[in-house]
Structure formats: C-alpha cells, structure tokens
C-alpha cells in the first residue's frame, strides 16, 4: 500500500466514524464534540464543584459570579465524549442565569438544548447540571458565612 492509497483508507474510515457519530450525536452534539466550548479548569473561578457519576466520569464545573448571575461557567471531566459534551451545553445553558434560574435547571433542560443525545449517556447531562448546581450552593454558603470562595 502506498502513502496515497493509505491516505484514502484513512480518510474513508474518518469520514465513517463522523458519520456515525452525527448519526448518534445529532449535528449540534457532533459539532460541540468536534470544538468544545467552556472547556477547562478556570483559574480565579469564585466556586467550583466535582462529582463523580455512577459511571465513573467525574465532572468538575467552575462559575464565575457578578451580580448575582453567573458571569462565566466552564467545566472540566475526565468522562466520554457524552460528558464533555453535556458540560459544554450545561456551561452555555448556565451562563448569564441568576442563582435560582441555575437552581431550578434540570438534565432535561440540556438535553433539550442538544436535540439528540444517546439515551444511554443521558445521565451525563444530569452530572453536569447537578455538579453546577453544587458550585453554585458552595457559593452561596459561602457567602452565607462571609468566607472568600474561589480556586
């Protein structure tokens, strides 16, 4: 085989597994695989949570607060695929929401922001907005108690 015919073989293959994966991701979850957005630990963050999901995959989601709403949200997992992508969503979802707008979010609510998510990682969405929502109690108890939170 030379380097062009294994070059084909390749992008064949590539092209197959995008394909598969829109097909299982939906077009909003495949192009949030293929390009995360809110991704990473955030320095200087006012609150941050981790949980681990009866999967295994923990999630960890860090807010930015001003003016009692969330300025800024971003997440880190060492999860699938399926995780990542249900951060990235519940961080869009978050931002810009007051305390009690983040409190009342649900999984349902990121996966409807997805469109289509396999029914078998649903609960990755359901890490995601309960691990936000632990970021977001940290920060209140913490001002409750008049601590300084933040990473």
């Given at each position: 085989?030379?380097d062009?015919e294994?070059?084909?073989?390749?992008n064949?293959?590539?092209d197959?597994?995008?394909?598969?994966?829109?097909?299982?991701?939906?077009e909003?979850?495949?192009?949030r695989w293929?390009?995360?957005?809110y991704?990473?630990?955030?320095?200087?963050?006012d609150?941050?949570?981790?949980?681990?999901?009866?999967?295994g995959?923990?999630?960890?989601?860090?807010?930015?607060?001003?003016?009692?709403?969330?300025?800024?949200v971003?997440?880190?997992?060492?999860?699938?695929?399926?995780?990542?992508?249900?951060?990235?969503?519940?961080a869009?979802?978050?931002?810009g929401?007051?305390f009690?707008?983040v409190?009342?979010?649900?999984?349902a609510?990121?996966?409807q922001?997805?469109?289509?998510?396999?029914?078998?990682?649903?609960?990755?969405?359901?890490?995601a907005?309960?691990?936000?929502?632990?970021?977001?109690?940290?920060f209140?108890?913490?001002?409750?108690?008049g601590?300084?939170q933040?990473?």
């Amino acid at each position: 085989m030379n380097d062009q015919e294994f070059d084909a073989l390749i992008n064949k293959i590539q092209d197959e597994v995008f394909t598969e994966a829109k097909g299982v991701l939906g077009e909003k979850g495949f192009e949030r695989w293929r390009n995360p957005k809110y991704c990473g630990v955030m320095q200087g963050a006012d609150s941050h949570a981790r949980l681990k999901g009866s999967c295994g995959d923990t999630m960890e989601m860090y807010i930015r607060v001003k003016d009692d709403r969330l300025e800024q949200v971003s997440y880190f997992t060492d999860g699938c695929s399926s995780s990542s992508i249900a951060g990235s969503f519940t961080a869009e979802l978050a931002t810009g929401k007051t305390f009690e707008e983040v409190l009342d979010l649900a999984g349902a609510d990121v996966l409807q922001l997805i469109g289509t998510f396999p029914e078998a990682e649903e609960h990755c969405a359901h890490l995601a907005v309960t691990t936000l929502q632990e970021a977001v109690n940290s920060f209140l108890v913490a001002q409750v108690r008049g601590e300084k939170q933040g990473i």
